[in-house]
């Protein structure tokens, strides 16, 4: 019989021992620099419908450090500008390639990729999920705590994709995570309710301050993600950014965690994210690590079943 296809789509669409794999797997390929890992020439194709750093260049150094192949297809540069279907779109790749990886904005256009893909689908972002990215931030925090189960973890800012895979992080560890946004920039109920059965607590907070206090570590991120720009307004994060003053009321070791890209003086200041418990830069190391567990893990090069 054949394999079901494995994508991965979201957190909570995983079940917690293969998140908790991904991560041990993540963690012995930084140990051991992959060396045994052979991608046999299989070939990863990426779709950008918006701007990357980090995930394209991660995916794609990923890959070939693997000895797998990488097409990149920027919605610019293919028919796909011109308004040809994602699904007809979908349906040629699937034929030339092993696997996709998918950056856009909506969720209805990644669930239409993945009706009408033969090869499995990463989501690589979209206005309502960065699953990838959150697999780096948990193998960065795991590299510093025994356990994550007993932290506080606190989300200052936007309740936006990022924000969303932290609370469906929830699922899988017993963390306390704080998330304080203006009245206006919640995370929607649906996204609290994939959770709600979970033994740990999210808990939201209109005041930074009292959110972030006895605090294990610090997140924020952007307030102007991308294709939403005109949503938000500077003045609808006064008193969100972290900066030394509201660090200060969390645990004096605190860690800072920022997907980036980060913009200094807004949601970050320099002092925070350039000071010595700024996770930011083995934050996106591992964006490299974490990529590389979920390709085995989708393509199941681990043990070819
Ligand atoms: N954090 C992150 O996903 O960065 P890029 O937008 O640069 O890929
Ligand atoms: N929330 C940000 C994350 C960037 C990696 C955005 O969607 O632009």
Redo the contacts with the bound molecule.
């Keep these: 019989m054949k394999n079901k296809l494995r994508h991965f789509l979201d957190i909570d669409l995983v079940d917690t021992a293969t998140v908790k794999n991904l991560l041990t797997l993540a963690h012995n390929l930084k140990k051991t620099d992959n060396v045994d890992i052979d991608m046999e020439q299989k070939i990863l194709a990426m779709i950008f419908e918006?701007?990357?750093?980090?995930?394209?260049?991660?995916f794609e150094i990923g890959m070939k450090q693997m000895n797998g192949e990488v097409v990149i297809l920027d919605q610019n540069d293919t028919q796909l500008g011109r308004g040809e279907s994602i699904k007809d779109t979908i349906k040629v790749l699937s034929n030339y390639v092993d696997i996709i990886m998918y950056?856009g904005s909506s969720n209805q256009r990644l669930s239409e990729i993945v009706k009408n893909s033969t090869v499995p689908i990463i989501n690589?972002?979209t206005d309502l999920s960065?699953p990838?990215?959150i697999m780096a931030d948990l193998m960065t925090l795991e590299e510093k705590f025994d356990s994550l189960n007993k932290l506080k973890i606190c989300w200052v800012g936007d309740g936006n994709n990022?924000c969303n895979s932290w609370i469906h992080a929830c699922k899988h560890f017993k963390f306390k995570l704080n998330i304080a946004t203006p009245q206006n920039f919640r995370p929607q109920k649906k996204e609290l309710k994939k959770v709600t059965n979970c033994e740990n607590k999210i808990e939201i907070f209109n005041n930074p301050t009292d959110a972030v206090s006895g605090a294990d570590v610090i997140i924020t991120d952007t307030w102007f993600s991308?294709g939403l720009e005109d949503k938000n307004n500077l003045s609808d994060f006064e008193g969100y950014q972290i900066n030394k003053s509201l660090m200060n009321h969390a645990k004096s070791n605190a860690f800072f965690l920022h997907?980036?890209?980060a913009h200094r003086g807004q949601e970050v200041t320099d002092e925070v994210i350039d000071g010595s418990n700024s996770l930011v830069w083995e934050e996106?190391k591992n964006?490299l690590f974490v990529q590389k567990a979920i390709l085995i893990w989708c393509l199941r090069m681990e043990n070819k079943t």
């Design positions: 918006k701007p990357s750093t980090r995930t394209r260049v991660s950056r690589g972002l960065h990838c990215q990022v991308m997907c980036l890209p996106a964006r």
